[in-house]
């Protein structure tokens, strides 16, 4: 049975960081990546790991994807952090590789169950 568990959450002041870590267990999959959801919004690419590394313009310069594949884990370092980035984060994988529509949620496995990331200003 897959799961996911994300942690590293919680809430930060405006310029801070923080660094979200999720571990898949079942099996290995090529494809590692984090979405986010806030309030009143639809679900948004954050950033992911495949053939290569995949960034949301806006969180590009900010925030840093790495795996681990041996531990079969994804991090996403966060820094210079925006009351924008407040949002529920999403640890999402899938067993194939993407490379042109990594940003797509309905092209993932599985999904964890979030983990809420608050900015204050």
């Known amino acids: 049975q897959v799961q996911l568990v994300e942690s590293g959450g919680g809430l930060v002041q405006a310029g801070g960081s923080l660094r979200l870590s999720c571990a898949a267990s079942?099996?290995?999959?090529?494809?590692m990546g984090w979405f986010r959801q806030a309030p009143g919004k639809e679900r948004e690419f954050v950033a992911a790991?495949?053939?290569?590394?995949y960034y949301a313009d806006s969180v590009k310069g900010r925030f840093t994807i790495s795996r681990d594949n041996a531990k079969n884990t994804v991090s996403l370092q966060m820094n210079s952090l925006r009351p924008e980035d407040t949002a529920v984060y999403y640890c999402?994988?899938?067993?194939?590789?993407?490379?042109?529509?990594?940003?797509?949620?309905?092209?993932?496995?599985?999904w964890g169950q979030g983990t809420q990331v608050t900015v204050s200003s």
């Open positions: 999402a994988v899938r067993k194939g590789y993407l490379s042109g529509n990594y940003y797509r949620t309905q092209l993932y496995d599985y």
């Open positions: 079942g099996t290995t999959f090529n494809t």
């Open positions: 790991i495949s053939w290569s590394i």
